[in-house]
């Protein structure tokens, strides 16, 4: 089996939303613990559908790694940690993804290493994933800010976004997305021939806005769970409960 990665949301009633935050602490030490745990980040969520500095107080999150479907199921079916995401949660949405290509480090490692376990390559009319983080130069943080605006209106306005949520592990320096999208060659095309997304993208590159970063794409394995209530991306007939794409629809955002 190869390696599997899943973002796991959990949405919290208002009156529970300080459990959320009470997470990003306690939960490290029993994740530590897990067998089959690669490389694991608990984190926030924000309230835009890319990067975002206003947080979603309600919403947070976990990004796991694991060696193989066994270990995973494992975690799901017997873990204190999921027992406690759906005993106080109001209700959780797991995104399984498949590692395909990547570049970059997550807090000085390589999650998915050391060498990509899907032989197969995305193919353009596929739906892929997407993860993109980074741990901004405190120096550059305001012009990275002053940037995100535009880039964020560009995506609502795309048809081909199809899930987006925006993480981080400190609020305003170490930031990421992880998106869904209709196919690779919708996604392509949205990061290389947007204006506003070629010119952060130069900045980035060009004034050093990074101290570190991490781009990798996923083939969709499946999804479990819901979120408002609902499968957000079998609803958008991007992964059936059987594994098959179908005809996607359109994106879903955390308000």
């Not at 009156?15 to 306690?26: C, E, Q, S």
């Not at 993860?131 to 940037?147: D, H, V």
């Not at 021939?193 to 499946?222: I, N, S």
Request: overall charge positive; glycine content about 10%; cysteine-free.
């Amino acid at each position: 089996m190869s390696v599997l990665a899943a973002l796991t949301v959990v949405r919290y009633t208002p009156g529970r939303a300080w459990r959320g935050a009470l997470h990003m602490v306690t939960q490290r030490p029993f994740l530590a613990r897990l067998p089959g745990l690669k490389f694991s980040r608990l984190l926030g969520t924000g309230a835009g559908i890319g990067f975002s500095a206003v947080p979603d107080l309600r919403t947070w999150a976990l990004f796991s790694v694991w060696e193989d479907d066994a270990a995973w199921e494992s975690f799901v079916n017997g873990s204190r940690v999921m027992r406690a995401y759906r005993r106080l949660g109001e209700e959780t949405y797991t995104v399984l993804l498949r590692p395909v290509s990547w570049h970059g480090r997550w807090a000085g490692r390589d999650p998915f290493g050391p060498a990509a376990t899907d032989e197969a390559r995305l193919a353009d009319a596929e739906p892929v994933a997407v993860l993109t983080r980074a741990t901004l130069r405190p120096k550059r943080a305001r012009a990275f800010w002053s940037e995100v605006a535009p880039v964020d209106a560009t995506l609502r306005e795309s048809p081909d976004l199809l899930l987006s949520f925006g993480v981080g592990e400190t609020p305003w320096i170490k930031q990421g997305t992880l998106s869904v999208w209709r196919s690779g060659a919708s996604m392509k095309a949205w990061a290389y021939r947007t204006p506003e997304h070629a010119e952060v993208v130069r900045r980035t590159r060009d004034e050093g806005w990074y101290a570190e970063e991490l781009f990798a794409r996923f083939r969709l394995a499946g999804t479990k769970g819901t979120f408002r209530g609902r499968d957000p991306l079998a609803e958008a007939g991007v992964v059936g409960a059987d594994g098959a794409v179908l005809e996607p629809g359109r994106w879903v955002e955390a308000d």
